[in-house]
């Protein structure tokens, strides 16, 4: 089998909120069996991977970890919702501060994205995504642990070096991206096509992107300040 399953079917089982005795019973196995099954040390058949499909009802490629959707559909931009798409299921995010965040944040990275698009680098997109996409795997999984009663079955690095590990994957997409940016990318990486597509100043800013300018200037206000960094004035 792979290293998802047994994590992924430990995870339906919980979600369902039923023992693996009683999910033992339901798959027609005995508990020791699901139990080697959930811990990786015996592989199923095909027959038992169908049966849990159906069981739990979601894809077999969800089973294997071959796809993120339940139902084994290919993530598509076109399936993507909008960033303002309402949050049906928590009624009180809409809160001023909540609200006000996440709009500089989203307006902060239409800047961002518009400029990686410009700058002809695939390599920089991606090091800029993956680094964006740790920041948020990261933050996802402290407030996840609010609740002593969520499943950290839901993931597959073990919470104890999570953080760590991705503060490292970040560094290193930090590096790849300087690297990038100043014409020096690493093996296998491609380099800004144009700099001169990538030429920056407020007024500029401010005039290519009218909408969301101020968002990002209010971003970078805020986050110096968070940073504490005090500039010494000239004598």
């Given amino acids: 089998m792979n290293a998802d399953f047994p994590r992924i079917l430990t995870l339906l089982r919980k979600e369902k909120g039923i023992s ?41 490629d969800y089973l294997l970890g071959r796809t993120p959707d339940r139902q084994g559909s290919t993530l598509k931009v076109e399936d993507i919702p909008d960033a303002d798409t309402p949050v049906k299921e928590n009624r009180s995010i809409n809160t001023v501060l909540t609200v006000l965040n996440k709009k500089l944040i989203a307006n902060s990275l239409n800047v961002l994205f518009d400029l990686l698009s410009k700058s002809g680098s695939k390599s920089l997109v991606g090091e800029v995504s993956s680094f964006l996409m740790l920041a948020v795997y990261r933050m996802f999984r402290v407030v996840y642990r609010a609740n002593p009663k969520n499943q950290e079955a839901l993931f597959n690095v073990p919470v104890h070096v999570s953080d760590a590990y991705a503060a ?60 504490g960094f005090q500039k010494k004035d000239k004598k």
């Fill in 168 to 227: 490292s994957a970040m560094s290193v997409c930090a590096a790849n991206s300087t690297a990038i940016v100043t014409g020096q990318p690493v093996q296998g990486m491609d380099p800004v096509a144009d700099t001169e597509r990538l030429a920056m100043s407020t007024q500029l800013i401010t005039a290519n992107y009218p909408l969301f300018s101020s968002s990002l200037f209010n971003l970078i206000h805020t986050s110096e300040t968070r940073i």
């Fill in 20 to 60: 693996q005795k009683s999910a033992a019973s339901q798959l027609a196995i005995s508990q020791a069996l699901l139990s080697h099954y959930e811990k990786g040390i015996r592989e199923c058949g095909l027959d038992f991977l169908v049966r849990c499909a159906d069981f739990y009802k979601v894809s077999c």
